[in-house]
Nanobody
């Protein structure tokens, strides 16, 4: 079993920054792909960023490219999402997820590929 706990969310003005953290426990994350998802009220969950198990390959939703950065610190068993130049449309609950599925050194953007999820952290960006 893996437990994931997100932190770092909050209220920020447009143009501001937040750094989300995801603390993993139960198993080392070094060999697992991980991702950040978000869900806004009335909208479907979407993958914001994902990383392969090694961190060599990353994915970003088009709307966050150049603004968000995903990073994985296997030594600390932590996943991060640095969010800069935040926009009101980034407002959502953000979830950390881990995948035990293995098909190579790849990332996954389909939530169905992920086995473990955190409870989420609210990010609210005011205009």
């Amino acid at each position: 079993q893996v437990q994931l706990v997100e932190s770092g969310g909050g209220l920020v003005q447009a143009g501001g920054s937040l750094r989300l953290s995801c603390a993993a426990s139960g198993r080392p994350i070094s060999t697992f792909a991980m991702g950040w998802f978000r869900q806004a009220p009335g909208k479907e969950r979407e993958c914001v960023a994902a990383t392969s198990w090694s961190g060599a390959y990353t994915y970003y939703l088009d709307s966050v490219k150049g603004r968000f950065t995903i990073s994985k610190d296997s030594a600390k068993n932590m996943l991060y999402l640095q969010m800069n130049s935040l926009k009101p449309e980034d407002t959502a609950v953000y979830y950390c997820a881990l995948s035990t599925y293995y098909s190579g050194n790849v990332y996954y953007t389909d939530g169905d590929r992920y086995d473990f999820w955190g409870r989420g952290t609210q990010v609210t960006v005011s205009s």
